[in-house]
């Protein structure tokens, strides 16, 4: 497409000093724009996909992907029980649905956490040894202390709980219910001691800073739930798919059952982050489409300086074509090598985040991430191809648009116009 003169012109008119009519100043200058600017996007892409992962990741991998529940029975007043009585029989036929990979009775409640003359308040989830230790981040959690062989014997706890209460593994932590005992004086608060025997965390806070796990029999107890369960815990291979699940989940859960999702509960996080990161790629294309410009500036003072040049090398016979194809080659490469450096540095960025992020972190004196402010621990960033692509086909793609323009004015040039006054 290119002929070989026409390169050796191009690349003859890049490196020109200004006293021989280059432009190797705004040469540079676009350069440089162009490779932050693609820098900047490929950086803040690698950035909100990294969010969005790490959000989905906390969320699924600490949460069912979906709650089966029941309407249950209705009491005399006429207000559902919302228990789950034949869970054993509902559980085993769940789990035996294509696609579902974990299926687990539990008992919820909310109560008050009480220790070293502290209190908070948390979520207790009565679940199975076996099937907590199936949870993901539970089983692998980014800290830990204790084991989860001992949970029979006490309660698993999250970092954030224990640290607001001054706790640790061995310790002993009170439970608090309102809706306790049963007396023929109506309900008194329940209180029971309980050891700690495992702390965990998932890295998303306000699972860390509330969620307690208790052994399922003993909840059942604590809560009066005894032959019930409150809900059943369904795990899928595609959670992003999970609403495919809903018709044989719903049969499988049997007559009142309907389904609460993970995308319910963090839907309106998830539709949020998806705005922000539109809303982020238009400004940073409008960053790139302006780094671009640069390169319009630099050929106008291109084709103006080598007005002579034209008329010289279109009287020795090279057509309108070539001369267009020598300044799109101009333009064409100071985008090309802006843009595959801005690659490299975006990539490198996201790459080498952590470390970049202490010394920023270290230079600002600490505090910049608070995790009870964003709900995930450390900045994460994750390098996609697809986002490497977009950005790199948005660079070229503006780099190429806008040299068209001085080239085609270049190619129009009269000759003898450029050589009227030489």
Same mark, same amino acid.
């Given at each position: 497409m290119f002929a070989r003169h026409e390169w050796m012109i191009a690349w003859r008119y890049l490196r020109a000093r200004r006293s021989e009519g280059g432009i190797s100043v705004m040469t540079w200058i676009s350069l440089v724009g162009i490779a932050l600017a693609v820098f900047a996007l490929i950086a803040t892409l690698a950035v909100r996909s990294g969010f969005r992962y790490e959000f989905v990741d906390t969320i699924i991998g600490a949460n069912p992907h979906v709650e089966v529940l029941n309407y249950g029975e209705l009491l005399p007043n006429g207000q559902p029980t919302r228990t789950i009585a034949g869970f054993e029989a509902a559980t085993d036929r769940i789990a035996a649905l294509p696609g579902v990979t974990r299926a687990a009775p539990v008992v919820e409640g909310q109560v008050m956490a009480a220790a070293q003359g502290r209190n908070t308040g948390v979520q207790v989830v009565g679940i199975r040894t076996e099937d907590l230790a199936r949870i993901p981040r539970i089983a692998e959690p980014e800290e830990a202390q204790g084991s989860l062989d001992a949970f029979e014997d006490g309660v698993a706890l999250g970092s954030g709980v224990a640290r607001n209460l001054g706790v640790g593994v061995g310790d002993t932590v009170r439970l608090i219910s309102p809706d306790g005992v049963r007396t023929a004086f109506g309900t008194s608060p329940r209180v029971k001691a309980y050891?700690? =025997?495992?702390?965990? @965390?998932?890295?998303? &806070?306000?699972?860390?800073?509330?969620? #307690?796990?208790?052994?399922?029999?003993?909840? @059942?107890?604590?809560?009066?739930?005894?032959?019930?369960?409150?809900?059943? @815990?369904?795990?899928?291979?595609?959670?992003?798919? #999970?609403?495919? &699940?809903?018709?044989?989940?719903?049969?499988?859960?049997?007559?009142? =059952?309907? +389904?609460?999702?993970? @995308? !319910?509960?963090?839907g309106a996080f998830?539709?949020?982050?998806?705005?922000?990161? !539109?809303?982020?790629?238009?400004?940073?294309?409008? /960053? $790139?489409?302006?780094?671009?410009?640069?390169?319009?500036?630099? +050929?106008?003072?291109?084709?103006?300086?080598?007005?002579?040049?034209?008329?010289?090398?279109? =009287?020795?016979?090279?057509?309108?074509?070539?001369?267009?194809?020598?300044?799109?080659?101009?333009?064409?490469?100071?985008?090309?090598?802006?843009?595959?450096?801005? $690659?490299? /540095?975006?990539?490198?960025?996201?790459?080498?985040?952590?470390?970049?992020? !202490?010394?920023?972190?270290?230079?600002?004196?600490?505090?910049?991430?608070?995790?009870?402010?964003?709900?995930?621990?450390?900045?994460?960033?994750? /390098?996609?191809?697809?986002?490497?692509?977009?950005?790199?086909?948005?660079? +070229?793609?503006?780099?190429? #648009? #806008? =040299?068209?323009?001085?080239?085609?004015?270049?190619?129009?040039?009269?000759?003898?116009?450029?050589?009227?006054?030489?």
């Open positions: 050891p700690i =025997t495992f702390i965990f @965390q998932v890295g998303r &806070f306000d699972i860390d800073s509330t969620r #307690v796990y208790m052994p399922f029999a003993e909840a @059942q107890t604590y809560f009066n739930r005894e032959g019930v369960a409150d809900a059943i @815990q369904v795990s899928v291979d595609d959670p992003e798919a #999970v609403d495919a &699940f809903a018709a044989a989940l719903i049969e499988a859960g049997g007559e009142g =059952t309907y +389904l609460w999702t993970w @995308q !319910n509960a963090s998830l539709r949020a982050l998806q705005m922000e990161d !539109n809303i982020m790629f238009v400004i940073l294309s409008i /960053l $790139v489409l302006i780094a671009t410009l640069n390169i319009t500036s630099g +050929l106008v003072m291109l084709v103006k300086n080598k007005g002579r040049d034209i008329g010289i090398l279109r =009287t020795m016979g090279l057509t309108e074509g070539t001369i267009l194809r020598v300044f799109f080659i101009c333009g064409a490469s100071i985008g090309v090598v802006g843009t595959a450096i801005g $690659v490299v /540095l975006g990539c490198l960025f996201a790459i080498y985040i952590d470390p970049i992020f !202490n010394v920023v972190n270290a230079l600002a004196g600490g505090g910049v991430w608070d995790p009870q402010v964003r709900y995930i621990s450390a900045l994460p960033a994750r /390098l996609e191809a697809g986002d490497v692509l977009t950005a790199v086909a948005l660079s +070229l793609g503006l780099s190429f #648009v #806008v =040299t068209i323009f001085p080239a085609r004015r270049a190619a129009r040039m009269n000759p003898v116009e450029a050589l009227r006054y030489e």
